[in-house]
């Protein structure tokens, strides 16, 4: 196991009718920001009913955060942070509203040109960049991206999308209510199931240190997607199918399976290439880029792809490559079982789009990927070929 800190101050406050508790968790002086989407948020009430538990205090509204959040679209949030003296940030959305709120923060706090904040990739954004930043709260409508109990966030500019870190944005507080998911359509929860599973996969399936809490903390979360997946799609109003849905996206990505152990991330990066230049979804990337990467990188990756086969999938046979085969076409068929398409040209992108691709990585610095770092350009072009 490799060394490691761990640092999650996040609360959790979840189940049903837990919208109350933004009242003890919010200053009851506060001036708020409420940050969402599209009008989902509004569209369901829901906008309503946190406002009537804010109760007297100061509360503004800004609306519009597109998924995928655009740093032009955020900055138009820093200044009415700054002009109405915001001292604290409610996020009512899934991954691009809180990704974006916590962009925000870090923006209003930073003296110079916000956009620098876009070029510190994985490296952590510190007080000593930024000074004192707000806090932020969450109220999270979509089980996907743990961002409700991570530090990172994910904001696109130009023709990138740009991942920003820092130990200043965990939330204070995320309030996860299954019933608000209800209102989901079918294919964002299908996503949402896909970027928790990948999200453990990136984490797990990359070569062995004897972490064996984390492993059997990843094939539970693993086990639990595949055990519900079809139904929280199917049955938007099954609560227990979405409470687990729900709690393994938010496991998936708040530190615990990553802790002491190589990470991969590979298949988000190269996913992230596709959303920014073909408009695909997220979690559609990652269900386009992981079966082919597994395949390509089956040598690195051996050790857990068997235990990934053997443990997740109960498969058994004397031929090593046939465990891996079968493991490997198993995921795909989940993907494609929770009605997403899993190649490529299902989603009008063909051979002749793949240099753009590895342009666009090569570009954004993608050269060594991987948890081996030996992720070349050559070999990113191999897996977008696979996944045609
Ligand atoms: O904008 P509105 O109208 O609210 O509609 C949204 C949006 O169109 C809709 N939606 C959300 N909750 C709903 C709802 N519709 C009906 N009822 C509800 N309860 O769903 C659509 C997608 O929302 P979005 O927030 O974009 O999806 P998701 O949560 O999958 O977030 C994706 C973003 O997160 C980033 C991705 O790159 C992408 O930008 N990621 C963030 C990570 C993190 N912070 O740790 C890690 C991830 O790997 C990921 O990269
Ligand atoms: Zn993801």
């Known amino acids: 196991m490799f060394n490691f800190d761990f640092y999650n101050p996040t609360h959790i406050i979840f189940g049903k009718d837990r919208l109350e508790s933004i009242d003890k968790h919010v200053p009851a002086n506060a001036t708020v920001l409420i940050t969402y989407g599209g009008g989902s948020a509004k569209r369901s009430g829901l906008i309503d009913k946190v406002k009537t538990v804010l109760g007297n205090r100061k509360v503004y509204e800004f609306g519009g955060i597109e998924p995928n959040p655009r740093y032009e679209?955020?900055?138009k949030a820093v200044e009415i942070v700054r002009s109405e003296k915001i001292d604290f940030l409610l996020?009512?959305?899934?991954?691009?509203?809180?990704?974006?709120?916590?962009?925000?923060?870090?923006?209003?706090?930073?003296?110079?040109?916000?956009?620098?904040?876009?070029?510190?990739?994985?490296?952590?954004?510190?007080?000593?960049i930024v000074g004192n930043v707000l806090p932020i709260g969450t109220v999270l409508t979509l089980?996907?991206?743990?961002s409700e109990m991570n530090s990172g966030a994910v904001i696109s500019y130009e023709h990138g999308k740009f991942a920003v870190m820092s130990p200043l944005t965990f939330p204070k507080f995320s309030i996860l209510d299954p019933t608000i998911t209800f209102t989901l359509p079918k294919i964002q929860v299908a996503n949402g199931v896909i970027d928790a599973f990948v999200h453990t996969t990136e984490q797990y399936i990359t070569y062995p240190v004897d972490v064996r809490v984390q492993d059997r903390i990843a094939e539970g979360i693993l086990q639990t997607l595949i055990e519900i997946g079809e139904t929280t799609v199917a049955e938007p109003e099954n609560y227990d199918a979405r409470a687990n849905h729900v709690w393994s996206a938010t496991l998936a990505l708040n530190g615990v399976v990553g802790a002491g152990v190589p990470q991969d991330w590979a298949v988000h990066m190269i996913g992230h290439e596709l959303t920014a230049l073909f408009g695909i979804d997220h979690g559609q990337t990652l269900a386009i880029v992981l079966p082919a990467l597994l395949d390509v990188r089956r040598e690195q990756k051996r050790a857990k792809l068997l235990q990934y086969a053997e443990r997740v999938w109960h498969i058994e046979s004397d031929s090593e490559e046939e465990k891996i085969d079968l493991a490997i076409q198993k995921t795909r068929e989940f993907f494609e079982s929770l009605g997403v398409k899993t190649r490529l040209s299902q989603y009008g992108v063909g051979a002749d789009k793949i240099p753009v691709v590895i342009e666009q990585l090569k570009a954004h610095g993608m050269t060594a990927l991987s948890e081996t770092q030996d992720l070349t350009l050559d070999i990113s072009q191999k897996i977008l070929e696979r996944a045609l």
Do not use: M, N, W
């Not at 009512?92 to 974006?100: K, L, N, P, R, T």
């Not at 209003?108 to 000593?128: A, M, N, V, W």
């Not at 089980?143 to 743990?146: D, E, L, Q």
């Open 143 to 146: 089980p996907a991206t743990g």
């Open 91 to 128: 996020a009512v959305g899934g991954g691009s509203v809180i990704d974006g709120t916590k962009f925000i923060t870090l923006a209003s706090s930073y003296k110079g040109d916000s956009r620098d904040l876009l070029k510190y990739g994985f490296t952590p954004i510190t007080s000593e």
């Open 73 to 75: 679209t955020l900055v």
